[in-house]
């Protein structure tokens, strides 16, 4: 090992320039009598001044060459995106034994396996700790602390956007829109946000956690996938009536059956770590039989504190580590093996839209007890309405269940809905207590 | 590096009888390929029945024998005590070059750098994880996640007899008495509960976790320490109308005049992290300029949960990781210098029983006004008595200050205790909010 760990960083947004800071901060890291060098850069708009010196670094207007070029013994990647230049550059890297260290997890996502057989065959490790909820020592912890522990779930809020979101939404009593504005306007949502609000972006982080976690490929196309955008302020209200929060969770449990990986809303019991997780706050929670649950809270975005993900990943390449990628040879991981997702047992929050008649809270009563759904709590909201008007035609009754499977309730809706006792489509979100 | 990793254990205790059965249910730990074969071990009752199957390793009366005995790589300490025989063993075991995994924060706490040279000189890895906060990967995540990155404080609660006492009082209103009888009876305190509930335990970890966070000498003789025992049913009802919990943190800052170690009773906001964890679970908070704050909590104690932290130790050396004891050489760890308590600036929960004469509070709050003291909260308890009643003597007045110097504090309450303005000595909590 020489003195010297030589660095060239690709992308120089607010990760990368807050990655450039800390080093020069600190130049010798975690003690391992190293200094981190940064020797080239590689970015779109050279002009552009960023507030960090880069005199020392070569520049290249293109992170392939930049990538393949002598001088470097670690390509950091903080491109972004699934594939294109970001995939290339990380290839090129890999193959011609350079380190890498990435934040992309879109990019692992999709390319996890093949990049990390590549990594292998070349003796270069990869490296991606802030690729999943920025700060917070997501992948360490299950990669390396809990390495030969067996771990049951791992769950969490990975995406500060929707919980933002969510957040605002109960504090104000705002609606989606409403609120997914205000986090454009503060930069913590993007111009097209279907990514973070749809779900996607907790699916990558979830299918990467998960296979480090299970010793499984990773499989993001098996993440059952639904965002935030049907949460009313109506459930939020009532959620917060019954004891509860609503986040949006990405959840991967090991089963009998397999792996099942879902990104939902959820209602989590107030008082829990992760319900008490506010704003753009991320936390991930980690389960097993030995030591039952621990969670991991911190800032799962921002410049700096992505940035010390990739300090950290630095340093360890620093100290000479150079762990497996996925925590154990890529070869030796287990097929991802999907679990179905009817026979899932769980507590659901039901909202329904039914109609006013005589007899349409007997009907759905009568449908739900067909298929074998106990109700734990039933809550009818008839809003105050002045003695001269004419009743509601609609009036919104919410169902808590007790665990029931997924495939019994989604018969009883239809059967509900098909008996004409709903005026719209019910809207249903899974309860955490029996994850 | 052979196939298989040899260890010896001495102390067959919850942690010892866990870690035999975790290794036995997984072999081949953590994708290393290598084996962890249990050679020997040794306890002080060979005939007790223990549920774990010990067949296979020999069995030494004397665990100093064992320590220098060949035939292990690796010698795990669970024998607890400061000094004595697991001090002796312990040493031996370096001595002989070999690892140590050990759980025992006492013996860190008051022989940690001494051990650790002794260790370095060696070649002798020293590890232990399970010695702060049980199955939370505290150690690992300021000494490898976080190696490299500025790190201001470092604050929790991690003792879990203490946290579930305080969690007690406040569910059923409880004493303190009753409540440690309770924990007594559980196994979570012990028959003297000094140790834990006067705050050492507490002590001991934060000046280990101290160390590496800070890259300074361990100095567990600098913490100031002060325990749970004078907390009333009155303080904790107080603090929930004020928005707080009572948590014994322990708490450790750096600052710019040196290290402040400080263990104590705490008014934490509800809502937060550490407010929300009760009972026996532990919570570490971990702050910096770079990530914000990161905060992990989970089991605090616990056979099998402190058993996982041993076991994550094992696989680390396993995969042929030896990391320096305290994160970096010992030689290289800046001199402890402890910080004055007098300048620390902060808010005040102060329960004062004033005499219930007229003029009594004017009193006192011109001591406060004399020391330039702010009040922001003030609330007179008057107690509800039958009109046939005369009033009472004594009254309570609790005060909530605004940030001031602890000494400038200490010098009001004592001139308001020489005027006679109170009829006890005050009861004083420091307020987390401006940690």
Redesign the interface.
């Known amino acids: 090992m020489t003195d010297t760990l030589k660095i060239a960083i690709a992308g120089l947004g607010t990760v990368g320039t807050?990655t450039i800071g800390?080093l020069q901060?600190?130049p010798t890291?975690?003690?391992s009598g190293r200094t981190i060098e940064l020797v080239a850069v590689s970015a779109r708009d050279k002009s552009r001044e960023r507030g960090v010196d880069l005199s020392g670094a070569a520049w290249f207007d293109d992170p392939v060459a930049m990538a393949e070029a002598p001088g470097a013994d670690v390509f950091v990647e903080l491109i972004g995106g699934e594939g294109g230049v970001a995939l290339a550059a990380v290839e090129a890297a890999l193959a011609s034994g350079k380190a890498v260290v990435t934040a992309n997890k879109a990019l692992l996502a999709a390319h996890g396996m093949r990049l990390a057989a590549l990594a292998e065959e070349n003796r270069a490790p990869l490296l991606f700790?802030a690729a999943v909820a920025g700060?917070?020592?997501a992948i360490?912890?299950v990669r390396?602390?809990?390495?030969?522990?067996?771990i049951t779930a791992v769950l969490g809020i990975m995406n500060g956007t929707c919980n933002y979101i969510l957040t605002e939404m109960e504090r104000g009593g705002r609606s989606f829109a409403d609120c997914l504005a205000d986090a454009q306007r503060l930069g913590y949502a993007e111009a097209d946000p279907t990514f973070d609000v749809d779900g996607f972006d907790t699916a990558h982080k979830l299918a990467i956690l998960s296979s480090i976690a299970f010793?499984t490929q990773i499989d993001a196309d098996a993440v059952r996938v639904e965002g935030i955008r049907s949460i009313e302020p109506a459930d939020l209200e009532a959620a917060a009536e019954l004891g509860f929060r609503i986040k949006l969770l990405g959840i991967a449990t090991m089963t009998a059956e397999g792996v099942d990986q879902r990104v939902h809303p959820t209602m989590v019991p107030r008082?829990?770590?992760l319900a008490?997780?506010?704003g753009v706050t991320n936390a991930v929670s980690i389960r097993?039989?030995?030591?039952?649950?621990?969670?991991?809270?911190?800032?799962g975005a921002?410049g700096?504190?992505t940035?010390?993900?990739v300090?950290?990943d630095?340093?360890?390449l620093a100290?000479g580590?150079a762990?497996?990628p996925l925590?154990?040879?890529s070869a030796?991981l287990m097929p991802f093996r999907k679990a179905e997702a009817s026979g899932h047992l769980g507590a659901y929050y039901v909202r329904l839209p039914i109609a006013d008649r005589p007899g349409a809270f007997a009907a759905l009563a009568t449908r739900m007890a067909a298929e074998g759904i106990s109700l734990e709590q039933i809550v009818q909201k008839t809003p105050h309405r002045p003695d001269h008007l004419p009743p509601l035609e609609e009036q919104t009754v919410i169902l808590v269940t007790y665990p029931t499977s997924s495939a019994a309730l989604a018969r009883a809706l239809a059967d509900i809905e098909a008996d004409g006792t709903i005026v719209r489509a019910p809207h249903v979100i899974p309860i955490a207590q029996t994850l």
């Open positions: 807050a800390l901060a600190e890291h975690g003690g700790e700060g917070i020592p360490r912890t390396d602390s809990l390495a030969g522990i067996p010793t008082g829990s770590a008490e997780t506010s097993g039989p030995a030591f039952g649950e621990l969670v991991l809270s911190g800032p921002g700096s504190a940035a010390s993900a300090v950290s630095l340093t360890d100290r580590l762990p497996s925590g154990r040879p030796s």
